[in-house]
């Protein structure tokens, strides 16, 4: 099971950019997938996740900007970025809870897309 993260750039604040990240492999069924992201010397922070129902969760700072969906038959999530700002700036990683065929459900991550916000 691979997950592939793509989408990040160089923005301006107040810009926009749209991430997906695509699970591909022997794969059961996925419950959640979400973002985090990460700077140097802090820990990863979770930024949205998104579960298998359909319910959202948002970190308080990017709640109103940023928009999180998946679609299933796509084995895709998505994390649509609107109004954002230098402290966006970061490494984001796109992760989901997967059940490969005749496992458990265990937690996948994907490479790291930057994304980098100038005033």
């Known amino acids: 099971v691979q997950l592939q993260a793509s989408g990040g750039g160089l923005v301006q604040a107040g810009g926009s950019l749209r991430l997906s990240c695509t699970a591909s492999?022997?794969?059961?069924?996925?419950?959640?997938m979400g973002w985090y992201r990460q700077v140097p010397v802090k820990p990863r922070e979770l930024v949205a996740r998104?579960?298998?129902?359909?319910?959202?969760t948002y970190a308080d700072s990017v709640k109103g900007r940023f928009t999180i969906s998946r679609d299933n038959a796509k084995n895709t999530v998505y994390l649509e970025t609107q109004n954002l700002k230098p402290e966006d700036t970061a490494l984001y990683y796109c992760?989901?809870?997967?059940?490969?065929w005749g496992t458990g459900y265990m937690d996948y991550w994907g490479q790291g897309t930057l994304v980098t916000v100038s005033s």
């Open positions: 992760n989901a809870n997967i059940s490969p």
């Open positions: 492999g022997s794969i059961a069924d996925i419950g959640y």
């Open positions: 998104i579960y298998g129902g359909g319910s959202t």
